[in-house]
């Protein structure tokens, strides 16, 4: 079956401008995290939806970020006022999340989205 | 949230040698996930262990889950240059309310040389 996909793979941006990223989970999957990785590194967690509830968004890093899910499927992160340091790969992932009472942990990755701010 | 400790954090290596990585914490875990992460992808779940002391073996990897369910651990017999990677633990978040949400590790980067 199709896995998580996400676009565009690549976005080079001018500083100052805003950016979307999008990222479409596996069908049927009810979570959804943003993740943000820089060369090398291990991942940042940004945002995790899960179902109706509130997203939890402890992890982005200023207000310049957001994130929305519509209709529990389709998530786009967006960044205003790109800065150099916002320069990543952006990786989304969704899991089965919670099921019939029991929570399923394993995690589904994208490729990702590799930012270049300018 | 807890925190998890890898090491080490590089390990360069020539092709046929023995490796283990390390998953740390001073947390107990209800499960721990082993991910692979090859370059320009995301990661990929190798394998998930839940009872203490578990070990679960994947061709030439072996993952051995602690009896205290503290730390976990991934061998590598005879590595092949196919084994390169960034190779991640991670472990439900105990704390908080964000339930379903995991905590990674940092991440071991592993290169084998031919």
């Known amino acids: 079956g199709a896995g998580v996909s996400q676009s565009p793979s690549n976005k080079v941006t001018e500083k100052g401008k805003d950016v979307e990223l999008r990222c479409d989970p596996i069908s049927g999957h009810t979570a959804l995290y943003w993740y943000r990785q820089s060369l090398g590194q291990g991942l940042e967690f940004l945002i995790y939806?899960?179902?109706?509830?509130?997203?939890?968004k402890s992890g982005l890093p200023s207000d310049r970020f957001s994130a929305e899910r519509t209709g529990g499927s389709v998530s786009t992160l967006t960044i205003q006022r790109t800065q150099q340091e916002d320069s990543a790969v952006y990786l989304c992932?969704?899991?089965?999340?919670?099921?019939?009472?029991?929570?399923?942990?394993?995690?589904?990755f994208g490729p990702g989205t590799r930012l270049t701010v300018t | 949230t807890q925190l998890l400790e890898q090491s080490p954090q590089f390990l360069s290596i020539q092709e046929g040698e023995n490796l283990t990585v390390y998953c740390n914490s001073s947390?107990?875990?209800?499960?721990l996930q082993w991910y692979r992460q090859e370059p320009g992808e995301g990661p990929v779940l190798l394998v998930t262990v839940v009872t203490g002391g578990e070990v679960k073996k994947l061709k030439r990897l072996t993952f051995q889950f602690g009896d205290a369910r503290k730390d976990s651990s991934l061998h590598i017999t005879a590595a092949q240059p196919g084994d390169t990677g960034l190779y991640l633990c991670a472990a439900p978040d105990a704390g908080g309310t964000s339930y379903g949400k995991l905590t990674f590790g940092q991440g071991t980067i592993l290169t084998v040389h031919p």
């Open positions: 992932a969704s899991s089965r999340g919670l099921a019939g009472g029991l929570m399923t942990y394993e995690q589904y």
């Open positions: 947390s107990v875990f209800s499960s």
């Open positions: 939806f899960q179902g109706n509830s509130a997203p939890d």
